[in-house]
């Protein structure tokens, strides 16, 4: 073969094989956007890169250079603030997910599904997301405080850096029951081992995630197809069965 | 320059360091000593167990030290059958994992220091009617001086700087498990550089001047 037709074909070969897509994703996010990423590909013939971990880090290391191309956070106000920073793409800001609050314990019986357990105050401790660091620890000590049982439970704080960690503090049984988010203890639409009280959504302010297309996506028709794909019905069934409203 | 937060952060984390310390003094000690007398197949396995904490990423380790002090792990039934009741997320349960943590730094100059004094002065002082331990406090303690020294400075150091098996275990509760590493770690999360920066530059400053104070002993110890 020719080396000029090699270099042809070769050429050809990249240009059919998309581009991938890098996306942060917030870690709470993370089972979904898999599967999604899944359909993603099957439907588009795109590639998508996720990348999990707390919204705060991924702003830390968006503001520093890092490669991603779109961030779904974790809250709205992390994509309001890079798109006010010139960091995110103005106009493409939207929310893909509502997250939910749930009380949870690994335990059988041991939460109430009206959170009568709280008042009781029979336990050692309480894991919650650090309120200062993650939406979801904020919207619980917001629940707390709406209940007025804030003063009398916050000795009893056990607080994770993100809700992952607050989930393996209650599910390790290290801590008898914690505020998690509905998408971790659920499992297609139903909840997967142990007791929890959804937190009624009037209790807190609704917990918004945002998606946004970072500087390094701009041009990117990847980026694009992601989030075009995020809106879809199909993604949102998914999102949905994970427990999250939208 | 510091919230009373953040004071009573270093606050905490001097008090774990050198309560750490202390405990790691008197635990490695024997581990050391034993270690480099010993003449056995088992020294290899020995001395591997107490380096392990060099190898597991503190996360990982931290995890680990959760499921098994939890109640369904084995320590965290024994701890409960004490009536102490369950050791995450209490300021103990952070010394048992700092020694832990830092079991390898304290007992490796320790050994080699131990190692270095050879079985010479101690034959001596068997022949001067000596008793074993009464020769470990003699003559085998002032030899390993420098080692001691390093030991303490290396151990204290390394149980300030910790982090992921603090933040794995702790529960990030004021006066009780909030450290400086953790409360930094905070402080960028929620993008508040600037507190965050005046932590760090002074944990900076902090371990420059404990490992300067070592070098500078630890070369007046070798002159004197």
Known sequence: MKLPLLALLLIAATAARADPVQVAVAANFSAPARQIAQDFEKDTGHQAVLAFGATGKFYAQIRNGAPFEVLLAADDETPAKLEKEGAAL????????????????????????????????????????????????????????????????????????????????????????????????????????????????????????????LDKGRGKPAAEAWLKFLRSEKARAVIRGYGYEI | MFSPADLAAIWLTLKLATVTTLLLLLIGTPIAWRLARMRSWWKGPLAA???????????????????????????????????????PFSFGGLVVASVIYSLPFVVQPLQNAFEAIGERPLEAAATLRASPLDAFFSVAVPLARPGFLTATILGFAHTVGEFGIVLMIGGNIPDKTRVVSVQIYDHVEAMDYAAAHGLAAGMVVFSFLVLLALYLLNSRGRRS
């Open chain 1, 90 to 213: 103005a106009g493409t800001r939207f929310t893909y997910a509502v997250g939910r609050l749930v009380l949870w314990s690994a335990k059988a019986g041991f939460v109430d599904d009206k959170g009568e357990v709280l008042k009781r105050g029979e336990f050692r401790h309480l894991a919650l997301a650090n309120p200062r660091l993650a939406p979801y620890g904020a919207a619980a000590v917001e629940a707390m405080s709406a209940l007025k049982l804030l003063d009398a439970v916050q000795p009893k704080f056990v607080q994770a850096e993100n809700i992952a960690q607050a989930h393996q503090f209650v599910a390790s049984g290290n801590a008898e029951l914690g505020f998690v988010a509905l998408s971790q203890v659920m499992k297609d639409g139903k909840l997967g081992a142990g007791s929890a009280w959804v937190v009624p959504a009037n209790l807190h302010q609704p917990i918004r995630q945002d998606a946004v297309i």
């Open chain 2, 49 to 87: 167990v107490v380096a392990m904490p060099l190898v597991l990423p503190p996360t990982v380790l931290g995890f680990y030290l959760l499921l098994l002090m939890g109640p369904h792990g084995p320590v965290g039934r024994f701890t409960e059958w004490l009536g102490i009741g369950l050791l």
